[in-house]
């Protein structure tokens, strides 16, 4: 059986959670909509409000995404 396209962000996600923790922070992934290939995710901890989320979302989160699933267009932080 394949994994959904949920399982297999989740499993991005999975090696980008201890960088993560490292800095006290966190990711939560809130949705996946199919129809414009974007990942909806929250951050949590010391990300939430931090100058360099906005970096670590689109430099290394979106790069890994995008890097595994080649399909996804962008990444989303919502609140």
Known sequence: MSETMEQQIERVL??????????GGGIELVKYDAETAAVHVRLKG???GCPMSEITLKMGIEAALQDALPEIREVISVE
């Open 14 to 23: 999975e090696q980008v959670r201890p960088a993560l923790r490292m800095d």
């Open 46 to 48: 010391a990300c939430v």
